[in-house]
Antibody, heavy 116, light 107 residues
Framework: EVQLVEFGGGLVQPGGSLRLTCEAS????????MSWVRQSPQKGLEWVAN????????NYLESVKGRFIISRDNAKNSLYLQMNSLRVDDTAVYYC?????????WGQGTQVTVSS | DILMTQSPSSLSASVGDRVTIICRASQNIYRSLIWHQQKPGKAPKLLIYGASTLRSGVPSRFSGSGSETDFTLTISSLQPEDFATYFCQHNYTLPRTFGRGTKVEIK
């Protein structure tokens, strides 16, 4: 069974940092682009970033460029999102998902709350 | 960025009803359109990709159609497990963007 499990979310103050991790199982992780997508009541679903199979290409939502870094470790079947200089409007549930555009499947999500 | 507009934002329907949800893209995305279903407290699930290709395991009562800027998701006979929120998403270019969703509620 294909499974994606995220962890690392939490409450952080504006300007702080968090690192999200997504552990994949049930498929050949190194063969797939991977993405992060977030969801908030205010903005709905927002694609955040994606990364090529070997990590050689990354793409970002304009509002997170320079603050977030997506990376992967194919030996550990893991995807990461390093989030720096967090803002209140980064508050959302963050989902790890397989694919660069056809997002399937999705993890269960991890809540990130940015508040003072 | 490509704006995806869904209508209606919500609808009430009964079991057995035929339901149609519309998604419009702000520019031509050819057939690069995906539909997701999301139930409360759960992650979205991909239903349809390429505008009309059903993901393996998705019931045949779901269908998708359209091209360029206008797309439709149809549920031919609504079942109790179909009450959920449906989102369209384009896969044409970056950034990928989503519609705001259509909530299908029980009448």
């Amino acid at each position: 069974e294909v499974q994606l499990v995220e962890f690392g979310g939490g409450l952080v103050q504006p300007g702080g940092s968090l690192r999200l991790t997504c552990e994949a199982s049930g498929f050949v992780f190194s063969s797939y682009w991977m993405s992060w997508v977030r969801q908030s009541p205010q903005k709905g679903l927002e694609w955040v970033a994606n990364i090529k199979v070997d990590g050689s290409e990354t793409n970002y939502l304009e509002s997170v460029k320079g603050r977030f870094i997506i990376s992967r470790d194919n030996a550990k079947n893991s995807l990461y999102l390093q989030m720096n200089s967090l803002r209140v409007d980064d508050t959302a549930v963050y989902y790890c998902t397989r694919g660069g555009g056809n997002f399937d499947p999705w993890g269960q999500g991890t809540q990130v709350t940015v508040s003072s | 960025d490509i704006l995806m507009t869904q209508s209606p934002s919500s609808l009430s329907a009964s079991v057995g009803d035929r339901v149609t949800i519309i998604c419009r893209a702000s520019q031509n995305i050819y057939r690069s359109l995906i539909w997701h279903q999301q139930k409360p407290g759960k992650a979205p699930k991909l239903l349809i990709y390429g505008a009309s290709t059903l993901r393996s395991g998705v019931p045949s009562r779901f269908s998708g159609s359209g091209s360029e800027t206008d797309f439709t998701l149809t549920i031919s006979s609504l079942q109790p497990e179909d009450f959920a929120t449906y989102f369209c998403q384009h896969n044409y270019t970056l950034p990928r963007t989503f519609g705001r969703g259509t909530k299908v509620e029980i009448k």
